[in-house]
């Protein structure tokens, strides 16, 4: 028996990678139960959490995690593969998490090189500041010089591009290995610019990818859970900050938030729950 097998018959579409009826979540299930300490839904699209994940990583996981598993999937990453994530945040940080997980080399890129260590740390083995493409980083301990040139060094197979904006593709593109994927999770209003040249000769490919679908829940789920089994929870499970469920813990919680300080993702914790 699959996770998936108990799905009820009429909503068996829900489970499909291509599911027509699906809708996100602005769109659709508008009340959201947040800040309630139950709610009532369709149990088809309840969760049964792996017991080797800790709730407070189930929730970063079930929005983030579910998010870039699908869109590791869409690209359909293979071990091997090399794995760029252009933003260290909330999703590009489970990218890294996921990507080496999956035993993909990783390259991580974001604005500065603030995030560097967080970067290395979370299992990137190559660093770019948006700033500077030419100059790739190492971890301490890599005997690669830091000084290599950066053009064609990486050779990324797959990009997933996690920013809250789209960098610049022309500065991107020289990044990736021919015949590269680049999948496109960012939630934006403008329009989106590809140099026509650099895009069609090496033979690349631009996708989108939103909304996981249940069955990617699942495997999310159940990838993460042996993970933690067989390897332990370090380099697998989002990094959290937890704050108490109160209007000063909320209060904290923005602070965080609006600093641009939150490592990685926010977790507000009901005080009497003790997860
Ligand atoms: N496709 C999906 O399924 C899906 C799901 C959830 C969210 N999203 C979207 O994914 C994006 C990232 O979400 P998140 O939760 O990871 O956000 P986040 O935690 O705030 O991280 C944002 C990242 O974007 C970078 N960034 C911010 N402004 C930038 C700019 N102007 N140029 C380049 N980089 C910039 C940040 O870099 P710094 O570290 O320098 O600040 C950080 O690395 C949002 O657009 C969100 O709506 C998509």
Redesign the pocket.
Known sequence: MTATDNIAPKLLCACSIDCVLASGFAYSDLDQGAFANYRIINHAFAYRIPDPIPSIHAGPLM??GA?VF??LDAANVRPGNRVGVV??????HVGILFARAMGCPVTAL???T??MGDAFALGADTYFS?EDLNTPHYPPTDTRSNSAPGHGNAGIDVLLI????V?SLDSLLPLLARRATSVL????TEALSVPYMPFVLPGHKLIA????SVTNHYRMLEFVAQKVVTTGVVNILPWVEQFEMSVDGLAKAFERLEE?E?R?RGVLVMPESGI
């Open positions: 929005c983030a998010s699908e869109a933003g260290v945040g909330g999703l590009g974001n604005r500065t603030k995030r948006l996690t920013t809250n904006v960098p999770m960012t939630i934006q990818s939103t909304e996981a641009g939150m990685f």
